[in-house]
């Protein structure tokens, strides 16, 4: 069945320095959506990616979707210790039906020290 | 509106034990679906359902029932609980239809040990 691998498990940063966490899948994604979880909190929806080679930038996170759509990535800029948390990737395989559902990587952990 | 909530919060059992986690939500959506989430597995489905009457299986189904009988609720039901169930579990809803699947709105979770 389809995977979705997302590395790094863990990333601690200094406050003001870059992230980035890349999530692949074992098959061909129609979309992938990313998702943000605070400590102790509920995973909340950050965006979706459609097309092939997309990028959108939501302040100073940029998202990315392969051009193979099998691969995406999130980078953060200029971290802050409101980023801390844990980033999941979530993709869609195909249309309707089980495919529809998405399949989430394992998420990305991310400490930012002051 | 109050979204996707989630009762209980909290809840411990022994093993062998029954419960039913509630889910309601007050969006109108069609999709419905129950997640675990367990240190280092990410969140994994359990069961969904793409309408009233209609439910199916996701990737870990043993050991839990589910049923949707209206829109708006989405019960799942441990038979007999085991210490393997103990996780945080999450209810989400999504706009079903069209051929890419909508946002996730994700209730608060339910942490539950079973000892």
């Known amino acids: 069945g389809q995977q979705v691998m997302q590395i790094p498990q863990y990333q601690h940063v200094q406050e003001g320095e870059d992230f980035t966490t890349y999530c692949n899948s074992s098959t061909t994604l129609s979309n992938i959506q990313w998702y943000k979880q605070r400590p102790g909190g509920h995973p909340v929806f950050l965006i979706q990616?459609?097309?092939?080679?997309e990028v959108k930038k939501q302040k100073r996170l940029t998202f990315q979707f392969g051009e193979a759509k099998k691969n995406s990535s999130l980078h953060i800029t200029a971290t802050q210790t409101t980023d801390v948390g844990t980033y999941f990737c979530a993709g869609q395989e195909g249309y309707g039906g089980s495919q529809g559902n998405l399949i989430f990587g394992k998420g990305t952990k991310l400490s930012v020290k002051p | 509106n109050a979204g996707v909530t989630q009762t209980p919060k909290f809840q411990v059992l022994k093993t062998g034990q029954s419960m039913t986690l509630q889910c309601a939500q007050d969006?109108?959506?069609?999709?419905m679906s129950w997640y675990r989430q367990d240190p280092g597995m990410g969140l994994r489905l359990i069961h969904y359902s793409v309408g009233a009457g209609i439910t199916d299986q996701g990737e870990v189904p043993n050991g839990y029932n589910v049923s949707r009988s209206t829109t708006e609720d989405f019960p799942l039901r441990l038979l007999s609980a085991a210490p393997s169930q103990t996780s945080v579990y999450f209810c989400a809803s999504r706009v079903n239809g069209g051929a890419l699947s909508s946002p996730l709105h994700f209730g608060n979770g339910t942490r539950l040990t079973v000892t």
């Open positions: 990616l459609v097309k092939s080679g």
């Open positions: 969006m109108n959506h069609e999709y």
